[in-house]
């Protein structure tokens, strides 16, 4: 469950939120003047959230990569070259199969 409480709220109830936070009843967002600005959350789902960013960026850089390779190609270009690509995968494939019976 996720609460929403106010920063003024959350200092007086420090401990007793960072109970339930490592319990994982609850997870807190806070607000000072009615804005959200912070959030409390178990160090476990931290470390996801890290992880979550890592993967993400190395996702990122990986289409960066892919982006600069295929800059001066058009998207047909691309296409045509994505399709021959599928066709040889799929013979080397279907060559394999056949041997291995």
Request: charged share 25%.
């Given at each position: 469950?996720?609460?929403?409480?106010?920063?003024?709220?959350?200092r007086?109830?420090?401990?007793q939120?960072l109970?339930?936070?490592?319990?994982?009843e609850?997870?807190?967002?806070?607000?000072?003047?009615?804005?959200?600005?912070?959030?409390i959350?178990?160090?476990?789902?931290f470390e996801?959230?890290q992880?979550m960013?890592?993967?993400r960026n190395?996702?990122?850089?990986?289409?960066?990569e892919?982006?600069t390779a295929f800059k001066?190609?058009?998207s047909?270009q691309?296409?045509k070259?994505?399709?021959?690509?599928?066709?040889?995968?799929r013979?080397e494939s279907?060559?394999?199969?056949?041997?291995?019976?």
């Amino acid at each position: 469950m996720t609460q929403t409480m106010k920063a003024s709220d959350v200092r007086s109830n420090w401990s007793q939120l960072l109970n339930k936070v490592f319990r994982g009843e609850t997870e807190v967002v806070v607000e000072k003047s009615g804005i959200p600005v912070a959030a409390i959350v178990s160090a476990q789902d931290f470390e996801k959230l890290q992880q979550m960013k890592q993967r993400r960026n190395q996702d990122f850089a990986l289409i960066s990569e892919i982006r600069t390779a295929f800059k001066d190609q058009t998207s047909v270009q691309i296409q045509k070259g994505v399709t021959k690509a599928i066709a040889q995968v799929r013979r080397e494939s279907k060559n394999q199969n056949a041997f291995s019976k």
